[in-house]
């Protein structure tokens, strides 16, 4: 299985923006990037997801890398709501619709 | 918005009880996933259903099983509980298995087994 690196925890300030790294040196060709977040005592839930081309939605912005072995998700006015656990999954054609879940990035938010 | 609930937040059961985890989705999707998440060890694919009364095994079936009688319905079920399965259990359901589909969250269940 391809796998993701990221760091174990960020902080940020409010209103600032934060770029959110995720390493994926052994993407194949057919992986699809994806990013989910975790708020405490909540289930996870999309953020934002890409193959090969950079993509922005109303929550984030998702900047892919020419050579695909890395991604960084992008908040670009951090609020205090967004503090929360980041995942980069990569998912493949083998796996299907299962998602896999690594540690994550934590996020803080200081006011 | 797609509204995926899950029966109760907090639950405290003995060893050896069987345990009934409910799963409801609104949004008509096919499938459905039970994951389990534990400090350390990430969220861990337990069963899916693509469909009703189908079900495959995902990375750590055992001590589980699954019945799906209606598409919005996806049951998790502890034979006999026991103390290892004290956890945060997470269902989920997407409309298609199609690499692109999200898969949308309920807000978990946290087992205590004692």
């Known amino acids: 299985d391809a796998k993701t690196t990221q760091p174990n925890s960020m902080e940020s300030n409010e209103e600032e923006p934060v770029h959110l790294p995720c390493n994926h040196s052994?993407?194949?060709?057919?992986?699809?990037i994806h990013w989910y977040r975790q708020l405490p005592s909540q289930g996870p839930e999309y953020v934002i997801h890409?193959?090969?081309s950079n993509v922005n939605n109303r929550m984030a912005s998702l900047a892919i890398a020419e050579d695909r072995k890395s991604s960084t998700l992008i908040l670009h006015r951090a609020t205090l709501r967004d503090a929360a656990v980041y995942y980069c999954?990569?998912?493949?054609?083998?796996?299907?619709?299962?998602?896999?879940f690594g540690q994550g990035t934590e996020l803080s938010v200081k006011p | 918005d797609v509204k995926v609930t899950q029966s109760s937040r907090y639950l405290v059961k003995r060893t050896g009880e069987k345990v009934f985890l409910e799963c409801v989705q609104d949004?008509?999707?096919?499938?459905m996933f039970w994951y389990r998440q534990d400090p350390g060890l990430g969220l861990r694919l337990i069963y899916f259903?693509?469909?009703?009364?189908?079900?495959e095994k995902g990375d750590i079936p055992e001590g589980y099983s699954v019945s799906r009688e209606k598409k919005e319905r996806f049951s998790l079920i502890l034979e006999s509980a026991s103390t290892n399965q004290t956890s945060m259990y997470l269902c989920?359901?997407?409309?298609?298995?199609?690499?692109?589909?999200?898969?949308?969250f309920g807000p978990g269940t946290r087992l205590t087994v004692l």
């Open positions: 999954i990569l998912r493949d054609e083998i796996q299907g619709g299962k998602l896999i």
């Open positions: 259903s693509y469909d009703v009364k189908m079900k």
């Open positions: 949004m008509d999707h096919e499938n």
């Open positions: 052994t993407i194949s060709g057919t992986d699809y």
């Open positions: 989920a359901s997407s409309l298609g298995l199609n690499l692109q589909n999200t898969q949308y």
């Open positions: 890409g193959l090969t």
